[in-house]
């Protein structure tokens, strides 16, 4: 399996993995794989490296990285940071602008891919 994109929702304590191929690496054609309960919790726990990175660049001392979002393909991130008087703001990261970034996410994707594959386990199979 390998991942097109991701989303880390540490305000809902969950996250999507949206696969480009499947585990054979045929094209992935199903719906997105929703990470919750005790997959959605590993994720986000192997991806504190990420909201750390985020956290450390937000504009607003104290500000809580709300979710995270990869499009891979694309090189293209985007975080969303709740500063402490509740106003809410938008990072983008072109991966151009910041590789090191895009290396930690690709870190992730083995664990997301994983725990993903734990989930499309448990689904029913169609037909």
Do not use: Q, Y
């Not at 990420?50 to 504009?59: D, Q």
């Amino acid at each position: 399996m390998k991942l097109r994109s991701f989303k880390l929702n540490f305000a809902e304590r969950r996250a999507r993995a949206v696969p480009a191929t499947d585990a054979a690496g045929a094209p992935f054609v199903e719906v997105p794989i929703d990470l919750v309960g005790e997959e959605g919790d590993a994720a986000l726990s192997a991806s504190e490296p990420l909201r750390a990175w985020f956290g450390e660049r937000a504009s607003a001392a104290g500000a809580a990285v709300r979710s995270i979002s990869f499009d891979l393909p694309r090189g293209r991130a985007l975080a969303t940071v709740r500063a402490p008087d509740d106003r809410v703001e938008a990072v983008r990261v072109d991966e151009h602008a910041c590789p090191e970034l895009f290396d930690l996410a690709r870190a992730l994707t083995p664990t997301l891919c994983n725990l993903a594959l734990r989930v499309l386990a448990r689904r029913p199979t169609p037909g």
